[in-house]
């Protein structure tokens, strides 16, 4: 039951579907992950260079302007400027710095403090050149950040692309490998319906068509000739004196002596419209399709002929010592309306009196004499 289920169409769906789902959780999962990573470069990029450079520029603003005040007065009110400053100071101040830039900045820092406190135009100059110095400098670092996070983006991108394509790679190949075995298992379900229906209209020891399926063509036999116009013919066949040879030979003899007179008859009436039954026991019929009085004696000839020349021992049939047939055929002429019964029944008397007149003999319906 399991090893049935693990075979089973329905095993390769559910796998599909499950493997669809995992593709788009993963697919979000990454995507998710690399936009956070994106958000970071930005913040950093955002806070960590962009912010920072406005607040350098406002000190500087402000400094210029004590500075202007200085060249024209010796006493100026500069509280809101120095407020400004110190405010914006402090948030660039507290901002992340290495070791280097710590230095840099706490020598700054202290030399900002320095300024107020001995408030000389000199001073304010000198920190104004230190602060458009960390301007260049954030200014530098932003570029190199911007190129880093460039890198990364375009390494990201990359990330994505090839990753995504390899899960609808994956995807697609389980897609492929389900799609091949349910055609697989189509074609071998078409087989076996083929076989079946086979089977199903075959004799399973001569491999003739059976008595069901000649009952199908020979009763639409007068209709398709009607609609056609075409003379068909039906020929019955019976093995002489074949009682006497499974006695004296045995069934399993008999059974090989039946399958080599069907090869026979299905060698000869191998062409197309022309269909070979097993009929029942040592008979067998025969239908044509298009043909015409001269086909048909020529057959019959033929066939006598053919089955003669297998040389099969037969020690006791009374005509030969061999295994010969006998024949009755009927010609169905278009229009003429003779029900599909009454062409057997007369195929059949035809056939009894290629019997009653020493049989391997071939007789042909003639309406003239009856």
Not at 126 to 153: M, N, W
Not at 172 to 177: D, N, P, R, S
Not at 345 to 357: F, G, V
Request: glycine share 2%; net charge neutral.
């Amino acid at each position: 039951m399991i090893y049935k289920f693990l075979k089973s169409t329905t095993l390769k769906l559910l796998l599909l579907a499950f493997t669809v789902l995992i593709t788009l959780i993963v697919s979000v999962f990454l995507f998710n992950s690399q936009i956070d990573r994106l958000k970071q470069q930005i913040d950093s990029f955002y806070f960590g260079n962009l912010i920072p450079i406005v607040k350098l520029q406002i000190i500087t603003d402000n400094f210029q302007e004590i500075i202007s005040c200085k060249k024209v007065k010796q006493n100026c009110e500069f509280k809101a400027e120095q407020e400004a400053i110190f405010q914006e100071w402090e948030y660039y101040f507290k901002s992340y710095k290495n070791h280097e830039e710590r230095i840099v900045v706490d020598t700054i820092n202290e030399e900002i403090i320095n300024s107020f406190k001995e408030n000389k135009l000199n001073l304010f100059m000198d920190i104004v050149k230190r602060i458009d110095f960390l301007i260049k400098y954030e200014t530098q670092t932003a570029f190199k950040q911007r190129k880093v996070f460039l890198d990364d983006y375009e390494q990201m991108k990359n990330y994505l692309f090839y990753n995504v394509l390899l899960i609808i790679l994956l995807a697609f190949t389980i897609i492929i490998y389900i799609i091949l075995q349910v055609i697989k298992k189509d074609k071998q379900l078409t087989v076996l319906n083929k076989k079946y229906k086979i089977d199903s209209i075959t004799d399973s020891m001569t491999n003739l068509y059976n008595r069901k399926y000649f009952d199908m063509i020979f009763d639409n036999m007068p209709f398709i000739s009607n609609a056609n116009n075409w003379k068909c013919a039906f020929i019955m066949v019976d093995i002489d004196y074949f009682k006497q040879y499974n006695d004296t030979y045995g069934h399993d003899m008999g059974d090989e002596t039946l399958k080599k007179i069907a090869n026979t008859l299905k060698d000869y009436f191998s062409k197309k419209y022309e269909f070979v039954f097993r009929l029942g026991g040592e008979e067998f019929g025969v239908v044509l399709f298009d043909t015409n009085e001269n086909i048909l004696e020529n057959c019959l000839k033929t066939m006598n002929s053919r089955v003669l020349e297998l040389q099969i021992e037969h020690k006791n049939s009374k005509i030969l010592d061999i295994v010969s047939i006998s024949m009755g055929a009927i010609i169905y002429e278009p229009n003429t309306y003779i029900s599909a019964n009454k062409l057997y029944k007369l195929a059949d008397e035809c056939l009894y009196k290629s019997k009653e007149s020493g049989r391997n003999k071939y007789t042909i319906y003639n309406k003239g004499s009856e």
